[in-house]
Every structure is written in C-alpha cells, then in structure tokens.
C-alpha cells in the first residue's frame, strides 16, 4: 500500500507515544511525501519542539526516524501534475497542492 503523508501526520508523530507514530513506522506501509514537507517542517521546527516538549537533537533524532519509513520525492517527480492538485484544493489552502500531486502521480 502507498499512502502520501503531509506535514500534519508527520508532526503529530512527534508527539511521545502516538499512535501516528507508531503507524508511520510500520514496515508494510509504503510512505511517500513531496519534498516541501522538509520545508514545512524547517518552518514549525520551534512550535513542534515546544509543544512536544523535546530539544533539538530529540527532534532530530525523531525526524531521522521517521524519515527513514517516509520517501521524500523531489519536485520534479511530480510537477506535472500540480496545475491539478491545484484545482483540486482550490481556495481551500494551496500549500496541500504538492501532496494531492504526489497522490495524483502515484508515487
């Protein structure tokens, strides 16, 4: 099974024992995420770490992991197919564009 994630998925598994956790790292589950999700996660690196209350090297140390079990996909893998994510999500918010692209290209 593939299953794109977005930045949301990802930040809720920094949380101690969380069942997202737990689920991003199950080995028969194919993870997939755009590129921009590094980007997202840089952003709110400050709000994830306080409201998880770890340090930076515990939200590296997390991220790592996590990353391991989640394919980051460049740009380029599925750009063509932004002009119809962004149809998709239309006004609603633009920046979940990238993961209906990377869905819409089937990893």
Known sequence: MKVVV??????????????TRKVLLFPFISFYSPAYLLDELEEHKAEIMKKAKINEEEFNIILNLLLGNVKIVP??????????ALKIVGKIDKDDAPYFALALRNC
């Open 6 to 19: 977005d930045a949301n998925v990802v930040i809720s598994a920094f949380k101690r024992d969380s069942i």
């Open 75 to 84: 740009k380029e893998v599925y750009i063509d197919k932004m002009g119809e």
